[in-house]
């Protein structure tokens, strides 16, 4: 099946600094990908929808200035957490449909903020 | 909005079978899925049933879909230990839209 490469899987920061999270469809083209984000314990909750070339469609109560999102191209998405801080510390995942709609996962990212 | 509820935990021992059951709210929900999550991975489809389907079996899984009761239900013949895991239904109305998930439910298979 289609494979979704999602990096890093794990990134440790310090508090007010940026990480950057990529997703890659590695075998298919993706128009449209999706950033969930994973408590613990909890499920998955959609923070944004990103559209190749378009801004992205936010979630209400995602801050779009705090989770930037860039989709430059067919098979990159790229989330970036900004002045990063412990409460974002979150198991985030992306999804990329191909074009007969269906949705692969990456591996998810764990980001525990210090 | 829509809304997805399922059972937070079941355990089982090994080579019984397994339900998982899922209740939506969403009566256009159009694609249904199934999806399992192993400690510290991704999420892989299992499996996903259309809305005008009532029963897709594949290999060992066996889903049902009770549209009228919006129920949907996954059963995991001759439950392995290797099936360990959260499974987590999920709803979209169309397949370029993005899915709904359940809270997840933790199967744990005794040896």
């Not at chain 1, 999270?21 to 959609?46: G, H, N, V």
């Not at chain 1, 923070?47 to 989770?67: H, L, P, R």
């Not at chain 1, 430059?72 to 007969?100: G, K, M, N, W």
């Not at chain 2, 929900?29 to 005008?52: H, M, R």
Request: charged fraction near 20%; charge should be neutral; aromatic fraction near 10%.
């Amino acid at each position: 099946g289609a494979v979704v490469s999602q990096h890093p899987s794990r990134v440790i920061c310090k508090s007010g600094t940026s990480v950057k999270i990529e997703c890659r469809s590695l075998d298919f083209q993706a128009t449209t990908m999706f950033w969930y984000r994973q408590f613990p314990k909890q499920s998955l909750m959609l923070m944004a929808t990103s559209n190749e070339g378009s801004k992205a469609t936010y979630e209400q109560g995602v801050e779009k200035d705090k989770f930037l999102i860039n989709h430059a191209s067919l098979t990159l998405s790229t989330l970036t957490v900004t002045s990063a801080h412990p409460e974002d510390s979150s198991f985030y995942i992306c999804s990329a449909r191909d074009q007969q709609g269906e949705a692969f996962f990456g591996q998810g990212t764990r980001l525990t903020v210090v | 909005g829509e809304d997805v509820e399922q059972s937070l935990f079941l355990s089982v021992r090994e080579g019984d079978s397994s339900v998982i059951n899922c209740t939506y709210t969403d009566s256009s929900s159009t694609y249904l899925y199934w999806y399992k999550q192993e400690p510290g991975a991704g999420l892989q489809l299992l499996t996903y049933i259309f809305s005008n389907m009532d029963m897709k079996q594949d290999q060992r899984l066996t889903v049902l879909l009770n549209k009228k009761d919006k129920h949907l239900s996954l059963r995991i013949a001759d439950t392995q230990t290797g099936d360990s895991a959260i499974y987590f239904c999920a709803e979209s109305m169309n397949a370029g839209n993005m899915l709904t998930f359940g809270g997840g439910t933790r199967l744990m298979v005794k040896p």
